[in-house]
């Protein structure tokens, strides 16, 4: 029987189009719950003696009582917008790295080595992609203004006006704010991401050796689990990238001398747990999430394979 490390890798049509829906399909899922992630670490609830920080359901609730449900999909447009060429570059660049690490004798990738390649397709994505997606989509998703109310204009009307505004007003690199909190947050992500799910996946291989590939919900349950260590793990990270991008330049001041600012008065002012604000909604945010990713993509990868005349199999099933 053949097993998936056996396959061959796939073209890079294939990782565009698999990991484009997959991606688009996490968005319109998960949107909502990273807006109220986004408010949540925006929020300077809790600061008064004797109050305490809104929580996730709170601030939910808030948004939808103001601004409307749909104030919950704000943003969703830079998102989309950033899914396929993200997924593309996350999932070639992570086969990539991955084969170059390789043993060249055997063709197989230790352990250690997979978490490097995806530490490298991490730093990958966030540079080509996710950092200025997530300041024009942070940039819209901090703006309170009531959707039902067409007198309240918002600064941006949406992801393109946002751009536009962003690079007259404050510059090109306004879009790079906060990138090397982004790489580091992107990279610890899909280091733990890839190396769990590929792990995983090869422990469940072991107990169901009559498989040639796993069903969905295996993929999704596998997913679910990788998914969630990454937010754990840098928490303090996005919190403070998050802030960081939502602000407007202060000229003279480096990004180290802001990501200290920003620090130091959280911990002043709002103490450690201000570093975990938001960390509810982004684990079901970003669990879910990559639960869906690896579902979908594994299956529409499959699909695209067995509608071709010689199928070829891709090496990250391994």
Known sequence: MPRNGDKKPVGFATHITAGGIAGAMEAICCQPLDTIKVRMQLSKSGMAPGTKPRGFLATGVMIVKRETPLALYKGLGAVLSGIVPKMAIRFASFETYKEWLADKSTGNTRVGNIFIAGLAAGTTEAVAVV????????????????????????????????????????????????????????????????TAYQELKKLAHTYQPDLKDLPSYQHMI??????????????????????????????????????????????????????????????????????????????VRGIIETMKVSPSQDRYSE
């Not at 024009?136 to 751009?163: C, F, M, T």
């Not at 690199?173 to 990279?187: D, I, K, W």
């Not at 793990?233 to 920003?262: M, V």
């Not at 945010?285 to 299956?299: D, L, M, S």
Request: hydrophobic fraction near 40%; aromatic fraction near 10%.
């Open 131 to 194: 950092c200025p997606m997530e300041v024009v989509k942070i940039r819209l998703q901090a703006q309170q203004h009531s959707l039902a109310d067409p007198l309240e204009a918002p600064r941006y009307r949406n992801a393109g006006h946002a751009v536009y505004t962003i690079i007259r007003e404050e510059g090109f690199s306004a879009l790079y704010r906060g990138v090397s909190l982004t790489a580091l947050r992107q990279a610890t992500n899909q280091g733990a991401n890839f």
């Open 222 to 299: 596998i997913g679910l689990i990788s998914g969630a260590m990454g937010p754990f793990s840098n928490a303090p990270i996005d919190t403070i990238k998050t802030r960081l991008q939502k602000a407007t330049y202060e000229p003279g001041t480096t990004a180290f001398e802001r990501i200290a600012a920003i620090a130091k008065d959280m911990w002043k002012q709002e103490g450690v747990r201000s570093f975990y604000k938001g960390i509810t909604p982004r684990v079901l945010r970003v669990a879910p999430g990559q639960a869906i990713v690896f579902a979908v993509y594994e299956k």
